[in-house]
């Protein structure tokens, strides 16, 4: 290539990565992203994309199933499970393809290859063991990401034991089913497959599914999950899994003692993440690694003069629009942007995509509570909002936590149809530092899903409408 040297380069091209390159570009660095695999990263290419297609076909075959609900009727529906996952990967394609266009749009240079630290200021980039090219910048960010963990005797295998990348492209819907941890990535996957047919059982080690939920949130999930014909064991850890004759035998351990054999067609392990901090030049440097991820401090700056980490390589939460956000937040300190403030992970939302759907932002209620706060808390059910029962969808909650002396909301959260789509308004209002006053004198329109969250705040002040 022509021009190795740069203003920016930026190792990694994942929601992180290509992010923080065009707003670098768009700032006036010249700018270069080194990416090994796929434009997008796993999140577009293997994970919270093309999940959600699956998820969206997951939830077409719910609809039909309930066809005579809403006054239809259809004789010998089935699903084609090579369209279903054909359909995920076109839709990853294209996104990725997407990327590709935005970067050269900015003028980004894209390298392939893969990138490491090569000395001050220096990137060598790689490709089949091979080098490539050494790039020269004053600025370097590292976004490698992070990949599926895996454990001593759970070590998976690509055919009966799957991490995420395997459970998305299956080639024959499995009859029974093992999903290893009940975080967002084992829900999701423990979701969909239950909606197509699998018998699917849930192990997890702590006392609760969705474990970083709410309690209550996480109650009324495992509820639904139950009702929908999982098999769900908390407090339970799974320490053995043996193959035989194209099955997978799980030895599960109960929080009691008790231990029990069961038989599976397969099994998806979803029990972590850990950093991709290996093969990128870390050694000789003074950036340093605490249990797997890269320390930074509030502005991603690490201990080596000059370089950056964002994303899933510095620790949770693991989200996609977390990395996006580090990485516009550490190129416009590099640039020098005023007014910035650093990242609060507790203004961070997450959402589970599973059936029914959870959403959330800020302290839970217990957590709250451990923090010396006094709370007020407002509830409102699904079954008594309009909307939900027009759409059919009447199970849920929408819950509001409260600073009892402030009025500051602290966190908000949500089970139930489309709540993923709702927990931005409450971003919005807690970064922005809203009180109750903000959200009481807010007007939501009517009849939509909306208003559950106007009067989960009434709830918490007294002064709900509808329950």
Known sequence: MADTKFDMVVVGGGPGGYVAAIRAAQLGFATAVVESQHLGGICLNWGCIPTKALLRSAE???????????????????????????????????????????????????????GRLAGKGKVAVGKDDKPVVTLDAKHIILATGARALSLSGLEPDGELIWTYKEAMVPETMPKSLLVVGSGAIGIEFASFYREFGAEVTVVEVLDRVLPVEDAEISALAEKAFTEQGMTIHTDATVNALDKKGGKVTATIVHGDGKREKQTYDCVILAIGIIGNVENIGLGGSKVKVDRGHVVVDEWLRTGEPGVYAIGDLVGPPWLAHKASHEGVLCVEKIAGVEGLRPLDTSDIPGCTYCRPQVASVGLTEDAAKKAGHEVKVGRFPFMGNGKAIALGKPDGMVKTVFDAKTGELLGAHMVGADVSELIQGYVVAKSMEGTELDLLHSIFPHPTLSEMMHESVLDAYGRAIHI
């Open 60 to 114: 077409v075959r719910h609809m039909l199933a309930e066809l005579d609900e809403y006054g239809f009727s259809a004789d010998n529906v089935s699903f084609d499970l090579k369209k279903v996952v054909a359909r995920s990967r076109k839709v990853a394609k294209r996104l990725s393809g997407g990327v590709a266009h935005l970067l050269k749009k900015n003028k980004v240079t894209v390298i392939d290859g893969h």
